[in-house]
């Protein structure tokens, strides 16, 4: 993901220095407000949409950037004084290293309904006893594979160990899954 997605490489080398203090700027305000951040530059924020290191809600009323996502999705990851959303399995991983703090991700398998609840270290880490409680696939959930936040993430998703026989196509807009011929890749932890 980082070779077709090098959002670091691109903020050190396409990005302006007010874009990257902008990019620097949002992801601290979500750190210390757990909320969509406003009231930025919008030529820096134009660029940073350009270079794909921020996206906007479909309203353009919120700025997203991986892993913190400004909706509400299926996949929640609880802390002890907040819940956050997730726009993949990634994310979601990924979220309790932000603020150091272990939690639970809990959302639905879009194979077959069934409810996934996994704890994770402050570091992201499944604890061993969960360890086996899921698999996260990745399903291509469009034809042109362009921006992380539209194209790439929906697809990465939490599914039940039994459910990896069957396929499934997320929704984009809501990550729910439907039946589908396509099929998914399997990525071991």
């Known amino acids: 993901m980082h070779r077709a ?6 903020l050190k080398t396409q990005a302006c220095d007010s874009s990257r203090e902008t990019c620097l700027a949002v992801l601290s305000r979500w750190m210390q407000t757990a909320a969509a951040p406003a009231g930025f530059d919008t030529e820096a924020l134009d ?7 921020i996206y906007l809600t479909e309203d353009e009323q919120a700025i997203g950037a991986a892993p913190l ?3 509400e999705t299926d996949i929640e990851i609880s802390f002890p004084h907040e819940t956050l959303h997730a726009l993949s399995a990634l994310d979601a991983l990924a979220l309790p290293r ?8 809990e959302t ?3 194979v077959s309904g069934q409810p996934i609840s996994l704890r994770v270290d402050a570091e992201g880490r499944l604890l061993t006893e969960d360890i086996h409680k899921a698999v996260v696939v990745f399903v291509k959930t469009s034809e042109h594979i362009q921006r992380h936040s539209l194209d790439l993430a929906p697809g990465i998703r939490f599914i039940h160990p039994t459910a990896s026989q069957r396929s499934f196509y997320p929704d984009a807009r809501h990550g729910r899954g439907h039946g589908s011929s396509a099929r998914f890749l399997c990525i071991s932890a």
Do not use: K, S, Y
Not at 5 to 10: S, V
Not at 47 to 53: F, G, K, N, R, T
Not at 98 to 105: E, K, N, Q, R, W
């Open 47 to 53: 660029e940073l949409l350009a270079l794909d290191a």
């Open 69 to 71: 996502c400004p909706i």
């Open 108 to 110: 639905p398998c879009p």
């Open 5 to 10: 997605f090098p959002i670091e490489q691109r």
């Open 98 to 105: 932000l603020p150091g703090t272990a939690g639970v991700i």
